[in-house]
T-cell receptor, first 111, second 116 residues
């Protein structure tokens, strides 16, 4: 089983739709969780951290479910500019080598 | 404040040649991380360096790959005797403190290495 797994997609949804994707992780001792966004052939950029209580940033909501070992990202009122690959990132412990990137979920918003 | 600068952006090498990838971290950042990304895959950790020190190289292949971060100048990822399987995007990230996930890490635009 991969340490961090994501549905690769692609998710193809119309503008204005709500879309959600999950990411599962294998190590129950994992400490920190993040969503990064990566545009085609560009570098990853931090989208948001994921806190235990869940957190929201505008149209984006991130949630953590420790019992089931998954995190989720919800995008409301999707825009064309949301088209990108979303990377789930899990920090297994306090060492840099234990920061694991998922392979990403591709999202395409159509007009 | 310039971001993380990587060069070259694109690098083509023949099998058996050497590839040198450079990374200048953001001003004030003394922690540098190198990642490799194969097509359709996530980023894979390679090495974590601070000035003049390799802190964690557990993700580096045992042979042909080396990294340094000298007191002066950029961090260098060096790949000797490249093979086709080394073709990938290599990203560098920097942070002002260690254990970067407690503070945002900033990525460079990457170097795309193609081995022909």
């Amino acid at each position: 089983r991969k340490e961090v797994e994501q549905d690769p997609g692609p998710f193809n949804v119309p503008e204005g739709a709500t879309v959600a994707f999950n990411c599962t992780y294998s190590n129950s001792a994992s400490q920190s969780f993040f969503w990064y966004r990566q545009d085609c052939r560009k570098e990853p950029k931090l989208l948001m951290s994921v806190y235990s209580s869940g957190n929201e940033d505008g149209r984006f909501t991130a949630q953590l479910n420790r019992a089931s070992q998954y995190i989720s990202l919800l995008i409301r009122d999707s825009k064309l500019s949301d088209s990108a690959t979303y990377l789930c990132v899990v920090n297994m412990d306090s060492s840099a080598s234990k920061i694991i990137f998922g392979s990403g979920t591709r999202l395409s918003i159509r007009p | 404040n310039a971001g993380v600068m990587q060069n070259p952006r694109h690098l083509v090498r023949r099998r058996g040649q050497e590839a040198r990838l450079r990374c200048s971290p953001m001003k004030g950042h003394s922690h540098v991380y190198w990642y490799r990304q194969l097509p359709e895959e996530g980023l894979k950790f390679m090495v974590y360096l601070q000035k003049e020190n390799i802190i964690d190289e557990s993700g580096m292949p045992k042979e042909r790959f080396s990294a340094e971060f000298p007191k002066e100048g950029p961090s260098i990822l060096r790949i000797q005797q490249v093979v086709r399987g080394d073709s990938a995007a290599y990203f560098c990230a920097s942070s002002p403190r260690d254990v970067y996930m407690n503070t945002e890490a900033f990525f460079g635009q990457g170097t795309r290495l193609t081995v022909v």
